[in-house]
């Protein structure tokens, strides 16, 4: 069994990017979305106008930073499972076990969109979440910011990225 991380969100978070789990590469460094190729703190860096080249170069304090200032919020829908490798499709779907989102809704009541970080974290929510508890806010799937999705080139995942999250 693989553990996720704690979830990153203030009492200002606005906007919930969930994951599935944490690549090997997260787990290795003990923080979201560090593989280098991953898109993630590319499009972050873009969005608070600050374009850099080498995103994981850039030390985790400027990381929480641009967060906060966006508003979102980082967690994964599962809290553990088994899988090998990094791949979505390795997690052995009877080992699947969700965070608690009632109680992290309950602590974050201002948390009012939900942005699914690609089509397996939106599987994941609504097959271990119950719906009663994000019934009131606004669930969005976004393009997986992972190397693993090469249909889109990181250009058009930033533009899909942008159309949500300065529209909120």
Known sequence: MISG?????????RL????????????QEQFYYAHPRNAFWWIIA???NEPVEHHHLIQLPQK???LKQLRLGLWDVLAQCQREGSLDSAIVRS???????????AQYP????????????HKLLYRHVDASLYQNKRVVTLPSTSPA???LCPEQKLKRWQEVIQAS
Do not use: H
């Open 149 to 151: 999705n090469a249909r």
């Open 95 to 105: 080992s699947e076990q969700a965070n608690d989102f009632a109680t992290l809704f």
């Open 110 to 121: 201002t948390i009012d969109t939900i942005i699914c970080n690609g089509q397996t974290a």
């Open 5 to 13: 991380f704690k979830p990153i969100i203030n009492q200002q978070t």
């Open 64 to 66: 929480y930073a641009w």
């Open 16 to 27: 919930l990017v969930l994951g599935t789990m944490p690549s090997v590469s997260s787990i």
């Open 46 to 48: 873009q969005l608070v």
